[in-house]
């Protein structure tokens, strides 16, 4: 359980271990890392938390705080809540993984998967209009495809209920087995 000193939440060695690692991981995935860590805190927070309190725990600019939470808030995986007797705005995240993993791949999917789509279709239809480099419109065209191909297969799940895609994934291995593939 978290003490709290002042406004510091006093982490666990666990808590700090993940709060570290995750702003590690937003950095490979393409996310700031205080981004990352903030929401990290969030998460492993049993209680909201305000923007002093993540300030002083996580030892960053308050402006950086601030605009991180707006981020977050964009992405709609933080949410603003009020604490009774409280004034100040508290943060508190999605809870439910399979739940932030979607919104999360939703928006990804519309920021990063959705204009590089159109670019490449875009890019291909250019290169056939103008008959020129045969080669590099064949290896846009197979891109395109399989981003085309691998859009539809997420459209295909990514509304799913959470059980429904683990039987789903776990009769994927028994037909793997069945088919006696490796």
Known sequence: MQKRKNSVMELTEIQKKYVLHWG?????????????????????SPNPLNAEEITETLAVA???VSNSLKELQGWGIVRVVHVLGDRRDHFETITDVWELFRIIGNERKRREYDPTIAFLKDCVAESEADGSDAYTRDRLKELYEFMNTTT???ELFHNWPAKTIIKFVNMGNKVRQLLKLS
């Open 152 to 154: 539809k297969l997420y």
């Open 24 to 44: 590690e991981m937003g950095m490979k995935w393409g996310i700031n890392r205080t981004v990352a860590q903030i929401h990290a805190l969030i998460y492993v």
């Open 62 to 64: 308050r402006s950086n």
